[in-house]
């Protein structure tokens, strides 16, 4: 069944770097589209960073130079690369799976950072806590 399982969460500095891991299975993460979204209390979860199967990268405006996704199919994991990161960058990061046929996700990649972008996803991990000080 599927199943994502994110790590690398922690405390860091405003300034400091973090990667994320999320690691995959029941299916091809490289095959896939896939994003990392964020949450604080009492804030819509948010689209931060997507990809396709094709390898085509999106940010939201808030990340952008600043964070980069990416896979490795051979270990069927996504992760997202954190650099210069601010207290506004605190929050559970979860990753997210939009597993639609291949060429069905353009939608999916337009509006995973608008207003309720997490509908496009069904599957999720239990997510990872970074907290920026």
């Known amino acids: 069944h599927v199943q994502l399982v994110e790590s690398g969460g922690g405390p860091v500095q405003a300034g400091g770097s973090l990667k994320l891991s999320c690691a995959a299975s029941?299916?091809?993460?490289?095959?896939?589209?896939m994003a990392w979204f964020r949450q604080t209390p009492g804030k819509e979860r948010e689209g931060v960073a997507v990809?396709?199967?094709?390898?085509?990268?999106k940010y939201a405006d808030s990340v952008k130079g600043r964070f980069t996704i990416s896979t490795d199919n051979a270990k069927n994991t996504l992760y997202l690369q954190m650099n210069s990161l601010n207290f506004d960058d605190t929050g559970m990061y979860y990753c997210?799976?939009?597993?639609?046929?291949?060429?069905?996700?353009?939608?999916?990649?337009?509006?995973?950072?608008?207003?309720?972008?997490?509908?496009?996803?069904?599957?999720w991990g239990q997510g990872t806590q970074v907290t920026v000080s």
């Open positions: 997210a799976a939009d597993l639609s046929p291949p060429g069905m996700t353009l939608a999916t990649m337009e509006r995973f950072d608008k207003r309720y972008g997490y509908k496009y996803f069904a599957y």
């Open positions: 029941g299916f091809a993460a490289g095959s896939s589209c």
């Open positions: 990809i396709d199967a094709d390898g085509s990268t």
